[in-house]
């Protein structure tokens, strides 16, 4: 089991105290290992094993809870062995029908540490919101970054140079399953093959009551495949139309919604970087794990630009970051991260190899006169620095963490 500092240093304050701890993320990302690792970490705190009660809906030990009062009713039945404080653990827990209800009964039934599982945004929001609010915190889990990666393959296979851990990183992505597979290439794509098609048909499909799911499924394809590049509904319904497939933007649109909130894929919208307004037509979306473009039929070795920009969008998530594309004037800066009041932009691309690559990456910045930080992310082993814009190398960068910050 490998730990994940980045997760549980934000948990930590929250344990013991009577706030719902939710973590929320894509299927596989690891939400069930962190709740292990938070109970190893009680259990090592003198935290008895009677007072922990953990539930996987989706496991066949638990197939009789359905809805909230068979949830209620399971939970109360082993209330009698508890001593002081319970800790409930929920994993997939919007599976069960009206689960917000069971929970805000718990937390006033009881004295208890609640902690949360899910696969789709869908539940933070409605009913959870009505029932529990301002009682829960959000924590985003992502598949590992490259430094979680690379930890990862030394603990469970062995050494490896940090060049020869991107290149596989950037063909397998970094769901944690992979571990299990010792990073076994074949075996990781054939797992991210079925993965996809859980996601989609389990956490979208599903939870959406989409009722085309080939539709779906071809659209969601289609937008992978054009990962970073400026899309809208009505040119993803065109495209469809050429294949012979009538779907209207208004349902494209519900589609990428789903999809967004099964955390498959995220939307990226643009703003004015100068005037800094929100524009309303053409957005990004980055696939939540570049493993998964195996699933469409992508060979990540042939779209490299596109890779390690859904690479350093992902990090940044994971950073705390609220990320926007930003346009200024005719050109665009790939992303403008934003945490607090402070703001940096960046600029990603494989390598600069010619004057002209050099000139459109560096340039991207000339309309910005502010005196935030400007990054150009490149493959580069000895980056190149001007006009008080740094180059780094991206897998220096991944490795830094917050080094490079705001």
């Known amino acids: 089991m490998i730990d994940r500092p980045m997760y549980m240093d934000q948990i930590r304050p929250f344990v013991g105290k009577n706030v719902i701890k939710v973590l929320v993320g894509a299927r596989r990302s ?12 009680l259990s090592a705190e003198g935290v008895a094993e009677r007072s922990m009660l953990h539930i996987n809906v989706e496991s066949g030990e638990f197939s009789g809870i359905a809805n909230a009062d068979d949830l209620t009713q399971y939970v109360s039945e082993r209330m009698n062995v508890v ?52 009682r829960y915190v959000t924590i985003n889990v992502y598949p590992f970054s490259f430094a979680e990666f690379l930890d990862a393959y030394r603990q469970s296979v062995g050494s490896i140079d940090e060049r020869a851990a991107f290149r596989r990183y950037v063909a397998q992505g970094g769901f944690p399953f992979q571990t299990d597979l010792a990073f076994d290439e074949a075996a990781s794509l ?3 093959d079925d993965l996809f098609s859980t996601i989609l048909f389990k956490d979208v499909v599903r939870h959406a009551g989409i009722r085309d799911a080939d539709a779906l499924e071809r ?12 899309i809208t509904a009505a040119s993803i319904a065109a495209y469809m139309k050429n294949e012979h497939r009538k779907v209207s933007a208004e349902t494209i649109a519900n589609y990428l919604n ?19 307004r929100t524009l309303k037509i053409n957005e990004k979306y980055y696939v939540v794990d570049q493993g998964l473009r195996h699933a469409v039929g ?24 609220d990320v926007r594309v930003g346009k200024v004037d005719d050109k665009e800066v790939d992303f403008i991260a934003r945490r607090g009041d402070a703001v940096s932009y960046y600029q ?19 309309g ?34 917050d080094a490079h910050r705001l």
């Open 298 to 321: 992508l060979n990540n070795a042939n779209a490299i630009d596109q890779v390690l920009e859904g690479i350093v969008y992902m990090e940044l998530r994971r950073r705390g970051y």
């Open 30 to 41: 690891g939400k069930s290992t962190l709740l292990k690792l938070i109970r190893k970490q």
């Open 258 to 276: 789903a999809a967004a909130k099964a955390f498959l894929i995220y939307r990226v919208p643009r703003e004015d970087a100068i005037g800094k």
């Open 219 to 230: 659209v969601i394809r289609y937008v992978i495949g054009e990962e970073g590049h400026l």
């Open 368 to 401: 910005i006169h502010d005196n935030w930080p400007k990054f150009v992310l490149s493959m580069d082993e000895f980056p190149q620095t001007r006009d008080g814009i740094q180059g780094i190398n991206i897998i220096d960068w991944l490795l830094a963490g």
């Open 190 to 192: 054939r797992y991210l």
């Open 83 to 134: 001593e002081g404080k319970v800790r409930l653990f929920f994993d997939e827990i919007q599976e069960v029908d009206h689960w917000e209800k069971a929970v805000r009964s718990f937390m006033v039934d009881y004295d208890a540490d609640i902690y949360l599982t899910g696969s789709n945004a869908r539940m933070l929001s409605g009913d959870l919101a009505t029932y529990i609010t301002g």
């Open 348 to 366: 990603v691309t494989y390598l600069i190899g010619s004057q002209q690559t050099a000139e459109r990456e560096f340039g991207a910045f000339a």
